[in-house]
């Protein structure tokens, strides 16, 4: 599963593969988590949206199936109210494993016009992290990032949230800077590689 490949080896050996409709309802609690901690409406509204749609598409008992093999995974957990009813919410184990999957998933969009500013990526991670610097640069490609040399990459839109995203995923933040810069020596070339005018 090639969703497996941005965790560590010794993170993997943790984990057991799982199914496709376990790893939506991950990311269905991993929403809801989201949406718990966003302040903005909008951002709100469409996580709900997202939320009403996916479930849609999984059949009770699959998802009953699903929800029990999580329990037994210890990625899920419940919390029990006074009034009866029960909360599922993602253990910290299933929260990593959500993150992992929504690594996957995450785009950076492609404004109307370009602000002439270049973001740029540099990061310089120990070979003892050898298997989260080869993740963070097959996400950095996977998200269109142009690489300049081999740890630095360069993107012409805004991506700083989702650069944040995938630092903390990886626990990389001492050793990756973000810059974002008014003009680069070889600009032509660049704007060639990402079809700027």
């Known amino acids: 599963m090639k969703t497996q ?23 269905l609690l991993l929403g809801g988590f989201s949406l718990g901690l966003t302040q ?8 709900i949206g997202e939320i009403r749609k996916q479930w849609e598409d999984i059949n009770t008992q699959t998802a009953e199936r699903a929800i029990a093999s999580l329990y037994e995974s210890k990625m899920v957990e419940k919390k029990e109210h006074e009034d009866g009813t029960v909360t599922m919410v993602l253990s910290e184990r299933g929260r990593k494993r959500a993150l992992t999957y929504h690594a996957h998933t995450i785009k950076i969009l492609r404004p109307n016009s370009w602000d002439k500013k270049w973001r740029i990526v540099i990061f310089d991670i120990p070979e003892t992290a050898r298997d989260a610097r ?11 990032f142009h690489e ?10 805004e991506c700083r949230d989702e650069i944040e995203f995938l630092i903390e995923l990886h626990e990389m933040r001492p050793h990756v800077r973000f810059i974002v810069a008014d003009s680069i020596d070889n600009e032509l070339h660049l704007k060639r ?3 700027l005018d």
Request: hydrophobic share 40%; net charge positive; no cysteine.
């Open 5 to 27: 490949k941005i965790l560590p080896v010794r993170a993997r050996k943790q984990y057991r593969r799982i199914g496709a409709v376990q790893q939506k309802i991950l990311l």
């Open 148 to 157: 300049l040399q081999k740890s630095v990459s360069v993107f012409p839109f």
């Open 40 to 47: 903005s409406p909008r951002k709100q509204w469409k996580i």
């Open 193 to 195: 590689v990402f079809n």
């Open 134 to 144: 080869d993740s963070l640069r097959e996400h950095l490609t996977r998200l269109g």
